[in-house]
């Protein structure tokens, strides 16, 4: 280990801009408002999470008595050759807030190993994956070949002694899985408690929405046949790892020395992650083929009934064309209404006319009667 891989750095001496700056680093800018401080502007990009640099008050030029800002990349690595002096960029800065002490830029480096006596090999990161190591078998002078699974963190030099680095077999991460399958008992427990909610929400008169799946026989069977694979034995398995109880995964004890658990009874799934560690210990490798030929049989439960083209889309596929229809019914039947309501008030207003003349003839034929001699 020869070169650690480092940051580029710019210097710079700030002036506090008398009106709103834009400060334009790496093509991203940074806001300044009138009268604002060096602290305000490394504040305003430490802050910015899409920000390139990182910037530091490093104290007072002694010359002109101004705050001094250094702005370093937040990767590391040797820049371009199209910009030697570093990545750091300032494009533009309109109410001239900086002013760049060139006397002390740095380029970023990259860090320079070898392995095994190798070649020398570059990383622009210090955190180097992927490690390249030689390969004699190959046959070809120079020729490298991958560690699978193995990363190097570099954090000194070492010069002409060499360290020591010993790689054993590749090993599952314990945390990473429980964590995954922690995550997937908490998703579970969640599908099952809102499958519950629906099942059990009773009709409402006032409320259209409420209790539409109210005892739904299709729900009930997936929730059934979900609770069902968490204790189901994965066929075509060899070894002591053929159900998820054997990694931990169980709803628990209904009951024990105190009360009844309800989240048990509920059907509820909790994690016994001593139980799970020590599968992982003893055949990770079983634990690896059981999880994978027990959640393709879960998928295929699961998408059978909510998945593109299952049970549930069927049945919302038939709800839709049948609202349809009745929409459509009900806008025929209001069309007809309104002709035969049209119809009605053009029959009451003839009518209405009818009595308005027999009144009227009625009114004559009495006055002509009144107007005959008595005899």
């Known amino acids: ?28 800018d940074t806001n300044l408002a009138a009268g604002a401080s060096a602290q305000d502007f490394a504040g305003a990009i430490n802050n910015d999470k899409n920000a390139t640099v990182w910037a530091t008050v490093t104290g007072t030029d002694p010359t002109t008595q101004k705050p001094v800002v250094v702005l370093s990349e937040r990767n590391t690595g040797a820049p371009p050759a199209a910009n030697p002096n570093g990545f750091v960029t300032v494009t533009n800065d309109s109410g001239g807030a900086l002013s760049e002490q060139t006397q002390y830029a740095v380029a970023g480096t990259n860090a320079a190993y070898s392995i095994n006596g190798g070649p020398t090999q570059y990383s622009t990161s210090n955190t180097i994956t992927g490690v390249a ?98 204790v189901a034995t994965v066929g075509g398995l060899t070894g002591s790892m053929s159900s998820m109880l054997d990694v931990g995964v169980s709803t628990g004890a209904s009951t024990g020395t105190g009360a009844i658990s309800h989240s048990a009874l509920a059907g509820d799934l909790t994690l016994d992650t001593n139980v799970l560690s020590s599968a992982l210990a003893g055949n990770a490798s079983g634990v690896h083929s059981m999880l994978q030929s027990w959640s393709i049989k879960f998928s295929s439960l699961v998408d059978a009934e909510a998945g593109p083209g299952g049970t ?56 002509q009667l009144a107007a005959l001699p008595t005899p």
Not at 5 to 26: C, E, H, K, Y
Not at 160 to 188: C, E, H, L, N
Not at 323 to 348: C, G
């Open 133 to 230: 190591v030689a390969n004699p078998n190959s046959g070809t002078p120079g020729a490298t070949q991958t560690i699978p699974g193995v990363t190097l963190n570099l954090n000194g030099l070492t010069g002409s002694t060499p360290v020591t680095v010993t790689v054993g077999a590749p090993a599952p991460s314990t945390q990473k899985i429980q964590t995954a399958v922690q995550q997937f008992i908490t998703d579970y427990n969640s599908a099952i408690s809102q499958i519950q909610t629906q099942l059990t929400q009773t009709p409402s008169s006032s409320d259209p929405t409420q209790g539409t799946l109210y005892g739904d026989t299709d729900l009930q069977q997936l929730l059934a046949g979900m609770r069902q694979m968490m």
């Open 312 to 367: 549930l889309s069927v049945r919302m596929q038939a709800e839709t064309s049948q609202s349809s229809f009745l929409a459509t019914q009900i806008q025929n039947l209001t069309e007809a209404n309104q002709v035969k309501q049209n119809q009605l008030v053009r029959e009451f207003a003839a009518m209405e006319a009818a009595l308005s003349q027999n009144q009227s003839t009625s009114s004559w034929l009495t006055s």
């Open 1 to 28: 280990m020869t070169a650690l891989a480092g940051a580029s750095q710019r210097t710079f001496l700030f002036s506090s801009p008398s009106s709103a700056d834009t400060v334009t680093i790496d093509g991203h």
